[in-house]
């Protein structure tokens, strides 16, 4: 995010806190995992294209039997699977073709987790801090609040919330993305019930966070 819009954000946050009484923080992280087995998948996908069309060229060549066929057909699969393996290493997006969404969503929760950790947003008074993590790599958002909010809001709720950042977030607009969650999120909290108390203290930082930001 630019600078500009990291005031915007850092200034939303101010507001939402302002009203609700509640602790944000929001977060942008390149990716949540390395994803090694992904180049494995890669690879093996180049291999297994390579090994259908080496079949399909001799079921329409069934006259193509030199002496070099078996060297050549293999070679032709093994290169186009390291083609796919290094494509996987140096284009994310290629990559990323071959991680499931489940495992992507998964790994983001795990890597919020961490991070409500790391930035002990454990640490407020009334543990009623919420994250609001955006990682690049999976394009995948998460939602993650402190116990103040056990049995007052589930896990639909915070899939709306969710559900609002994940469009602008996909297209690549991040400031777009905080402000829609943070509009989704006040007005959850002000439904439910949350309100300011006038002894609540902001303990924690309302500028957002980005990769490099480290302690």
């Given at each position: 995010m630019t600078s500009a819009e990291l005031a915007t954000v850092e200034a939303r946050i101010r507001a939402f806190e302002a009203r609700t009484g509640a602790e944000a923080v929001a977060a942008v992280v390149a990716r949540s995992d390395r994803y090694h087995g992904l180049r494995w998948r890669a690879f093996?996908?180049?291999?297994?294209?390579?090994?259908?069309?080496?079949?399909?060229?001799?079921?329409?060549?069934p006259d193509w039997t030199a002496a070099h066929a078996s060297l050549a057909t293999a070679i032709a699969i093994l290169a186009t699977g390291l083609t796919g393996a290094l494509l996987?290493?140096?284009?994310?997006?290629?990559?990323?073709?071959?991680?499931?969404?489940?495992?992507?969503?998964?790994?983001?929760?795990q890597r919020a987790r961490s991070l409500f950790l790391e930035r002990d947003?454990?640490?407020?008074?009334?543990?009623?801090?919420?994250?609001?993590?955006?990682?690049?790599y999976e394009r995948v958002t998460v939602v993650l609040g402190?116990?103040?909010?056990?049995?007052?809001?589930?896990?639909?709720?915070?899939?709306?919330?969710?559900?609002?950042?994940?469009?602008?977030?996909q297209a690549g607009q991040e400031a777009?993305?905080?402000?829609?969650?943070?509009?989704?999120?006040?007005?959850?909290?002000?439904?439910?019930?949350?309100?300011?108390?006038?002894?609540?203290?902001?303990?924690?930082?309302?500028?957002?966070?980005?990769?490099?930001?480290?302690?």
């Open positions: 093996a996908f180049g291999a297994s294209f390579a090994a259908l069309a080496a079949v399909a060229f001799d079921l329409a060549r996987a290493t140096f284009t994310p997006t290629f990559e990323r073709l071959f991680l499931s969404r489940e495992r992507a969503e998964a790994e983001v929760r947003l454990v640490a407020t008074p009334g543990r009623n801090a919420i994250l609001l993590l955006a990682s690049r402190d116990r103040a909010y056990d049995g007052r809001i589930d896990s639909a709720d915070w899939q709306r919330i969710v559900d609002a950042m994940t469009p602008p977030f777009l993305a905080f402000g829609a969650g943070l509009d989704a999120l006040e007005t959850l909290l002000v439904t439910k019930g949350f309100r300011r108390d006038g002894m609540t203290r902001n303990v924690l930082p309302d500028r957002p966070l980005q990769p490099g930001d480290e302690r």
